[in-house]
């Protein structure tokens, strides 16, 4: 059992922060009017955005697993090499 004291001091830690964060997150802080709010989100969503910074899909990537594959064999086999059975 006394080797878990050295966990008091972090659950002390814990505690006190996630107290601070209710306290700090309460309502009543910096609210905004909620009609205010909606005006403000309307002439956000309204503007245009300028040419160069359309969002476009991200490129297709090629998964990487990690391993290396080599190509397929699908070359004639008149270059000279030969295969080995096994």
Do not use: C, F, N, Y
């Not at 830690?13 to 009543?28: E, K, N």
């Not at 909620?34 to 503007?47: N, P, S």
């Amino acid at each position: 059992m006394e080797i878990l004291l050295w966990l008091v001091p972090s659950a002390v830690v814990t505690a006190a922060a996630m107290a601070w964060v209710s306290w700090a997150s309460r309502d009543g802080r910096g609210e905004v009017d909620r009609d205010v709010a909606a005006q403000r989100l309307g002439r956000a969503l309204a503007k245009d955005l300028p040419a160069g910074t359309r969002r476009t899909s991200a490129p297709a990537r090629d998964r990487s697993t990690g391993i290396a594959v080599r190509p397929s064999h699908s070359a004639p086999a008149s270059r000279g090499t030969t295969r080995r059975a096994g």
